[in-house]
């Protein structure tokens, strides 16, 4: 999700659901020990909780980088070994780590004797061509034993050779009964499934064998999903002392929110509304009108109108 969950869609999808966890987009610890320390962790508390996810492979940088999500308040320290993408893998992480299993377990021991927080992975079930349920077991194993209790498992192989990263999340099988036997063999630990999960009733099925699922790319083209999520999967979480139910959500007010949202970024941070329109062009996805509403909220030429405004243009017929 690089280039995606940034803040602002992450205020974006917390609008949505109160309770679903939220992940970073991947930052590598370069980024971090080298970089505008500020651009990368800076968020709106509103998003909490959030998870800060790494990219990285080096474990005194990535304590370095751990400590910096304490400190700025994240809810989790998350180690990517799943991207597979070839500017990843020169940097020596991602999905190729997974053929190091003891380094990546030496990371997450670092990480996890500095900080309070979980650590935790996210992973494929294999790379290339290795078609073995014993190599994701073996993975898992070993680095469960330095400390990581909750893995976030992709089920489908990173193919590090000859496959896009976009190909990456479609051509190699999905294989989720892998994901349920890491359950099966690791009772104690908690795992999160993750891999073209499109509906909630395929989230509730995989929900009898696994402890969680992760959504995507699924979650961003069709965020009005979200909506459903607190009632659906925290139904009791979501219940106040008096066993009050969820406040109902519509469209238009999720909306205004962003447009307010839009407005405040502007004046404090000089951020123009495109830059947040971005995330939110499928809230409207399979209504009347939601063309003509998309195709005016990613007008690029209308950027010097204020928010509301283009709103009032995005619901004129």
């Not at 751990?66 to 991602?94: H, I, K, M």
């Not at 021991?109 to 077991?137: C, L, N, W």
């Not at 999340?169 to 999905?174: K, S, T």
Request: charged share 20%; net charge neutral.
């Amino acid at each position: 999700m690089l280039d995606w969950t940034d803040p602002h869609c992450r205020y974006f999808h917390r609008l949505l659901s109160t309770k679903a966890l939220l992940y970073t987009e991947m930052v590598t610890t370069g980024a971090l020990i080298h970089g505008d320390v500020a651009r990368h962790l800076d968020y709106n508390a509103s998003e909490q909780p959030v998870a800060l996810q790494l990219g990285g492979s080096d474990p005194a940088d990535l304590v370095h980088c751990a400590r910096l999500a304490t400190q700025w308040g994240y809810d989790e320290v998350n180690l990517n070994c799943g991207c597979p993408s070839e500017r990843v893998q020169r940097g020596a992480f991602g999905a190729c780590l997974m053929a190091e299993s003891q380094l990546v377990a030496d990371c997450v021991k670092a990480m996890a004797d500095v900080v309070s927080v979980p650590v935790t992975v996210k992973h494929r079930i294999g790379i290339d061509q290795i078609e073995s349920y014993g190599f994701v077991r073996d993975f898992v194993g070993t680095v469960s034993q330095a400390g990581c209790s909750t893995f976030i498992v992709h089920a489908r192989n990173a193919w590090l050779k000859g496959l896009s990263p976009k190909d990456n999340r479609a051509v190699p099988p999905l294989r989720y009964d892998w994901a349920y036997r890491l359950k099966q063999d690791f009772a104690h630990l908690t795992i999160v499934l993750n891999g073209g999960i499109t509906s909630t009733v395929q989230a509730l099925q995989h929900l009898a064998h696994v402890d969680g699922v992760m959504i995507g790319r699924e979650a961003y083209h069709n965020p009005w999903w979200l909506s459903q999520w607190d009632s659906v999967f925290f139904a009791n979480a979501c219940c106040d002392q008096e066993g009050a139910g969820i406040t109902a959500l519509n469209r238009e007010a999720v909306e205004q929110q962003m447009v307010d949202y839009m407005v405040q970024q502007l004046a404090t941070h000089g951020t123009p509304w495109p830059a947040i329109a971005r995330h939110m062009l499928g809230l409207r996805h399979g209504l009347p009108g939601a063309r003509h509403w998309r195709r005016v909220w990613s007008d690029h030429s209308l950027r010097a109108l204020p928010a509301q405004q283009v709103m009032a243009l995005a619901h004129r017929v």
